[in-house]
């Protein structure tokens, strides 16, 4: 069975500072992973995947992806954040690229003036 | 495309009360998913379907809960004699099996309180 860590809950960070959001994930099988970001009262959306090739993926709104399958982590970092980057993030994997997705807990990022 | 539709979005009912929940995919998607989400929790999975058939359940899927998808366009997930532990989020998704990736898109949720 697979299952995914959020090492933190909570993230408190200055604008325009860098942020690193932490996940950690098991599977016997390789995996497909995912980002996704849920703003205050509206939907889950999709950041960024890793499917296959590149380890690193970018999103367009300044966010990367690292796959380190020796690790088992896929974190999420971002080099100056803002203000309208305060959500919740949530790290997700799939064992296939059609089927269910496990989650992590998610971590709340709160960027301050 | 007019994304991923939920009805209602909130619901509150008392506690051995059914309630039926409405998710309409995008319409060219052919797979459809329920999750559910508990106050400071990430969504867990309960069920997906593929065009009308059911695929896979969750053991998170007691047999109180059902869900259909007849057509294979909407589908609906009802809860029968609702408990308080059954008060949450609940989400649908759907995704394009024929794309890469299969990104699924999320609906804004229903979120039920059972008193």
């Known amino acids: 069975a697979q299952s995914v860590t959020q090492l933190d809950s909570q993230v408190p960070v200055f604008e325009e500072a860098p942020v690193e959001l932490r996940c950690n994930y098991s599977?016997?099988?390789?995996?497909?992973l995912f980002w996704y970001v849920q703003y205050p009262n509206q939907g889950l959306q999709l950041l960024l995947k890793y499917l296959s090739g590149s380890t690193l993926v970018e999103s367009i709104n300044g966010f990367e992806a690292e796959f380190n399958k020796s690790q088992t982590s896929f974190h999420l970092r971002k080099p100056s954040v803002h203000i309208s980057d305060t959500a919740e993030y949530f790290c997700a994997v799939s064992e296939d690229a059609g089927n269910m997705l496990t989650f992590g807990g998610g971590t709340r990022l709160m960027v301050k003036p | 495309d007019t994304g991923v539709s939920q009805d209602p979005r909130h619901k509150i009912t008392k506690r051995g009360q059914n309630v039926t929940f409405r998710c309409d995919p995008i319409s060219e998607h052919n797979r459809l998913y329920w999750y559910r989400q508990t106050l400071g929790q990430g969504p867990e999975f309960l069920t997906y379907f593929q065009n009308e058939a059911q695929l896979e359940k969750s053991r998170l899927l007691s047999d109180r809960f059902s869900a259909e998808r007849p057509k294979g366009s909407f589908s609906t997930l009802e809860i029968q004699r609702t408990e308080q532990g059954d008060s949450a989020m609940y989400l649908c998704a759907s995704s394009d099996s024929g794309r890469a990736g299969n990104e699924q898109f999320f609906g804004p949720g229903t979120r039920l309180t059972v008193l």
């Open positions: 599977s016997s099988v390789s995996v497909y």
